[in-house]
């Protein structure tokens, strides 16, 4: 693996990563707060990654999208 797409990763991909973990933590927990305890049974209140990827959307379709040089990156975590 050449270094320049280990920048790119670490640059591009993780940062989001972590930003959709978070955002879906956030829903997770104000639902929970209001009385739907959802997230809780489906194990989303937690900010491992894994628990929040969907194949599709955090996955296939980002990928579909950068390999057909589209300019627009699309995609979606699980819903909570």
């Known amino acids: 693996m050449q270094l320049n797409t280990v920048q790119t990763i ?3 991909v993780l940062p989001v ?3 959709i973990t978070v955002h879906e933590v956030a829903h997770g927990y104000v639902a929970y707060l209001l ?3 959802t997230a809780r049974i489906l194990g989303r209140l937690t900010l491992n990654p894994i628990k929040h990827i ?8 980002p990928l ?5 040089n589209t ?3 699309l995609g979606w975590a699980k819903p909570v």
Not at 54 to 60: M, N, R, S
Not at 64 to 68: A, H, K, R, S
């Open 10 to 12: 670490t640059v591009w």
């Open 17 to 19: 990563l972590f930003a």
């Open 35 to 37: 009385g739907d305890k």
């Open 54 to 61: 969907d194949l599709f959307g955090t996955i296939l379709v």
């Open 64 to 68: 579909v999208l950068l390999f057909l």
């Open 71 to 73: 300019g627009v990156v």
